[in-house]
């Protein structure tokens, strides 16, 4: 058995000199979890951000229905007056849009957390924030705040171009409408019902006609924020008219939902067991890719393969030598992968995530062992597919473009830890990859004690798959047709 | 050769059939049978796609005979190819260096896969970088190297472990004159030190000035072997190229 180690030692030098190994093996794997989720996160909030920012145009048809219902609308949806002020007394705080956004449908914990991490006082940026709106009809909580200050931008207006054609012609309504939103012209449009007065004058309610665009998103933005000006709109009429009959504020609210999440695994714990299972086994799969071509494909294309054959080794010590090595890179490939991870949350947009969901993310020293179990066995298959094809493949060149096809069997498995529902049982615990995808989801959001049963079958199937592909390759690296290829 | 120096190669009805496209069977080798002694250099002599190089691979255990048998050193390559691959030192331009390690990082992997022990190993590879040369660029990346210094690299590893038979599959195709001559001289010097050399080639310049007995091959088959002298003897000319075209025409088979 010394050979093996001879030929592990040599491969393992002649693959570290090689750029591209190096690259895949440490660069990609450190570098590309950071960078995907700044992108991601900070990126598309920042577009977010900008286009809620951007004014856009609203019709109001029917306007002369109920001028104050839209005249109310206007005050509402312009980012002037107090609104405005709200919006710079918590920005004078350090409070951004952003931020408020993190914890908008959490519960008021995660505010709480969200001010002692800025380290501002509770009481104090209350008292500051009752004083602005005047103790009326509000309530100091995140939802409140955020539906007050940083409103959406609205221009609403009655009229739109002529050339357009007319939307209060009900036969061309939608079609004009259609036509507005799709040059950009129109966000949305709200159709006041002729008789909203008096509907909502005896006690009534008024049916609000809002038109939009599901595929656009400047569309649906302007309707959720329509949505939102008009509920809160709602609750102050129903407020006025239960004091006008000197109601108690309650009666139209006989219910209210209060969320409160256990102190248990949060959001945070949750994306990180559908990330981390989809990051290891791509990371396994692609850091394996590169030397197993090199030491296959690459042996034959540089002409080395005859002077290896020739050396008094078994055709078994070169294949487990060389196996070793693409293992060694799978595994130091994915564990990278998971600690610059681990870093990536120490820092930026998730460090912020993590710190308000209240919860960190981290494992025990059995759930890192078992997490290992699990990965060790399906790098080695990914390790022995990808040296057995390599081996077949008579260049570099051939073997990627076989590399590539596997790819898509690694890669949709390994999505299965996205999909909601997908639970880890008998059935999924048969599945090659798939079960391992689940299996680290489960041990990462530490429901391993629920699943000793399946890991175990999952280990012992996934080693005995691993185990044959090995012999597999083994035998393939025997074969003269598959050496000698012309 | 006479008797008193021992046989090192015993070819013994040699055949190698490879399966073609369309399940076609291609005789690359076809029964052949010859023997090869200490200190004699045995020249395969043959055209390109003779079956030089399948009957080499065999040989040296690349590749298993589909009939017959061959002994080295007394080990058959059917059924002992390890002990065979210890004994022999192969040599030819399809055995490439790694180009990312030095040369004497390859030279060094190459005697621990011979299971040399590293003192002696390290003495060796001493002693051989002295003999070539190659001090100079020891260290130096192998695909640094030109293509002489390459081919010094490929000495040294195919003799570390001093073999009693030395294989060269066209060891000088594509090299140019002062390399090939390295290589010539080193062949000459593996006679001198006793070695059963086996040499295929189409130039009939290095039959010519090497080889003691020729074997010559043409479409799988071997047509004649026998001593330069004898395979001379068939052209008028006493040209070794007037006499391979003889045989191969008279023989009447189609490549």
Redesign the interface.
């Known amino acids: 058995m010394s050979?093996v180690g001879?030929?592990f030692r040599?491969e393992l030098?002649?693959v570290l000199?090689?750029r591209r190994t190096l690259l895949f093996m440490l660069v990609i794997p450190t570098l590309s979890i950071p960078l995907m989720m700044w992108l991601t996160a900070d990126l598309v909030t920042s577009f977010m951000e900008k286009m809620a920012r951007k004014q856009v145009d609203v019709l109001v048809l029917n306007a002369e229905a109920a001028p104050d219902l839209v005249e109310e609308l206007r005050q509402r949806s312009n980012p002037m007056g107090l609104a405005l002020q709200l919006s710079r007394l918590l920005e004078s705080r350090g409070l951004t849009e952003k931020d408020l956004s993190l914890v908008k449908g959490e519960d008021p914990r995660a505010f709480e957390r969200l001010l002692t991490a800025r380290g501002i006082d509770r009481d104090e940026l209350m008292g500051e924030v009752r004083g602005l709106m005047g103790a009326q009809e509000f309530e100091p909580n995140v939802a409140s705040l955020i539906g007050s200050a940083f409103p959406p931008n609205f221009r609403v207006v009655t009229e739109l171009d002529k050339d357009l054609g007319d939307p209060r012609d009900p036969a061309q309504r939608e079609a004009v409408l259609l036509q507005a939103v799709r040059t950009d012209r129109l966000g949305a449009a709200v159709l006041l019902p002729a008789d909203a007065r008096e509907r909502l004058a005896r006690g009534d309610t008024a049916e609000l006609q809002v038109f939009y665009l599901d595929s656009s998103d400047r569309s649906t933005l302007a309707f959720k924020g329509l949505e939102g000006i008009f509920r809160s709109m709602g609750k102050r009429i129903t407020a006025e008219r239960l004091a006008e009959r000197q109601l108690p504020p309650g009666l139209a609210s006989p219910l209210k939902l209060k969320p409160t999440r256990l102190p248990g695994p949060g959001l945070l714990i949750k994306i990180m067991g559908q990330l981390l299972p989809y990051m290891i086994l791509i990371f396994a799969f692609l850091g394996a890719l590169y030397p197993a071509i090199d030491l296959g494909a690459g042996e034959k294309e540089?002409?080395?393969l005859?002077?290896l054959?020739?050396?008094?080794?078994?055709r078994l010590s070169l294949v487990l030598g060389k196996f070793l090595v693409v293992l060694l890179a799978a595994l130091v490939s994915a564990v990278l992968a998971t600690v610059s991870l681990g870093l990536s949350l120490q820092i930026g947009f998730l460090a912020e995530l993590s710190l308000l969901s209240g919860g960190t993310f981290s494992f025990s020293f059995l759930e890192g062992a078992m997490a290992l179990a699990m990965i060790l066995p399906v790098s080695c298959i990914f390790s022995a597919l990808l040296l057995a094809l390599s081996i077949f493949a008579k260049s570099f060149k051939e073997g990627q473009s076989y590399a590539g096809p596997l790819q898509l069997v690694v890669i949709m498995p390994a999505f299965v830890s996205f999909l909601p529902g997908v639970e880890l049982d008998w059935f999924m615990a048969s599945m090659p990859v798939v079960n391992v995808s689940l299996a680290l989801k489960e041990i990462f959001t530490g429901n391993l004690d629920q699943h000793w049963g399946h890991m175990g079958l999952i280990f012992l199937s996934t080693s005995v798959c691993a185990g044959l592909l090995l012999w597999a390759a083994a035998w393939w690296f025997r074969r003269?047709?598959v050496?000698?290829r012309s | 050769m006479d008797a008193s120096t021992p046989a090192r190669v015993e070819v013994e009805g040699l055949s190698k059939v490879f399966?073609g496209p369309k399940h076609k069977q291609i005789k690359a080798v076809d029964d052949v049978s010859f023997t090869a002694h200490a200190g004699e250099i045995f020249g395969l002599l043959g055209a390109n796609g003779a079956g030089k190089t399948t009957t080499l691979?065999v040989l040296?255990?690349?590749?298993?005979p589909t009939a017959g048998d061959a002994r080295l050193c007394g080990f058959s390559v059917v059924r002992r190819p390890?002990?065979v691959?210890?004994r022999?030192g192969?040599l030819?331009t399809?055995?490439?260096?790694?180009?990312?390690?030095t040369a004497r990082?390859m030279v060094i992997?190459?005697g621990?896969?011979?299971?040399m022990a590293p003192a002696a190993l390290e003495a060796r590879r001493q002693e051989l970088f002295e003999l070539f040369g190659m001090q100079s660029f020891a260290d130096v990346r192998c695909d640094k190297l030109s293509t002489g210094m390459k081919q010094k690299v490929?000495i040294v590893?195919s003799v570390l472990h001093d073999p009693e038979v030395m294989i060269f599959d066209e060891p000088t195709a594509g090299l140019d004159v002062l390399t090939s001559r390295t290589i010539v001289a080193f062949v000459q010097d593996c006679r001198a030190r006793g070695k059963c050399v086996i040499f295929s080639t189409h130039i009939m310049d290095e039959v010519d000035q090497l080889c003691d007995r020729v074997g010559v091959i043409h479409a799988g088959r071997l047509l004649a072997c026998e001593p330069l002298d004898a395979l001379r003897a068939r052209a008028p000319s006493r040209r070794v190229g007037d006499a391979f075209v003889a045989l191969v025409e008279s023989a009447g088979v189609q490549p």
């Open positions: 050979a001879t030929v040599k030098l002649d000199r090689d540089r002409g080395t005859e002077t054959l020739v050396a008094p080794v078994s003269e047709q050496l000698f | 399966r691979r040296s255990t690349m590749l298993s390890e002990e691959r210890r022999i192969f030819s399809a055995t490439s260096l790694y180009g990312r390690l990082e992997y190459f621990r896969l011979h299971g490929s590893r």
